[in-house]
């Protein structure tokens, strides 16, 4: 079964460090995600990205926030100064299309982020 | 904003009753999609609806979106220690604009 593969599993920063989530997505999929979920708490979206660039992108994803796909396969996100709020596992997703059936979102396993 | 209203929050019931998760949207509709997540897990997508009216089983799951398309449920019959986690329903307005997700339903079954 495809997946979706994201490193690190699992990071620890200080605060004002920057941060590079990686992603590689499914190798056929056009669409790409990346949603947070604090702990406890529902997944938010973030923003998606279709054709090298941002489709959609939510109010948590502010100027500290962009996303990047740099080679064709790997799938970035990067936030440039971190906050203690930040912390939380950032999850991304791909879809094939957007047709009913094709829409349905494939997650990774998913990085911990923890903020100090 | 669009907004996906779940409830309830957590539900505690013993092995073998019923569960329900209810979804709301402040927005009709164009489909809603159900996610499971196990706990430490991520989000495993159920199924999706897409007709008003729509009711769809897997199982022990059944799965109902409304006539307005603006509220979905998900039942379990019978629930087994294997249906613990949080189940998501997400909403998505447009064919192809972003999913919202609810709250949640954490459901822990007691054997």
Redesign the interface.
């Known amino acids: 079964e495809p997946e979706v593969t994201q490193t690190p599993s699992h990071q620890v920063t200080q605060m004002g460090q920057e941060v590079i989530l990686r992603c590689v997505p499914i190798s056929n999929h056009l669409y790409f995600y990346w949603y947070r979920q604090i702990l406890g708490q529902k997944v938010e979206f973030l923003v998606s990205f279709y054709n090298n660039e941002i489709s959609e992108k939510s109010e948590i994803f502010d100027d500290q926030f962009s996303v990047e796909r740099p080679d064709g396969s790997n799938f970035t996100l990067k936030i440039r100064s971190t906050k203690l709020e930040d912390s939380a596992m950032y999850f991304c997703a791909s879809i094939f299309g957007r047709t009913s059936g094709a829409n349905v979102l494939t997650f990774g396993a998913g990085s911990r982020l923890t903020v100090l | 904003g669009q907004q996906v209203m779940q409830i309830p929050q957590y539900q505690h019931v013993q092995e073998g009753e019923d569960f329900t998760t209810y979804c709301n949207s402040s927005t009709t509709l164009s ?1 809603i ?1 159900w ?1 499971k ?1 196990r706990p430490g ?5 159920l199924i ?1 609806l ?1 007709k008003s009216g729509e009711v769809k089983k897997q199982k022990r799951l059944t799965f109902q979106f409304g006539e307005a398309k603006k509220n979905s449920s998900l039942h379990i019959t019978a629930t087994q220690t294997t249906d613990v986690g949080t189940y ?1 329903c ?1 909403g ?1 307005r447009n ?10 339903t954490e459901l822990s079954v007691k054997p």
Do not use: R, S
């Not at chain 2, 897990?41 to 997508?45: D, I, K, N």
């Open positions: 489909n999609q996610y997540q897990g991520h989000p495993v997508f999706q897409v998501f997400a998505q064919q192809g604009g972003k999913l919202i997700f609810g709250q949640g």
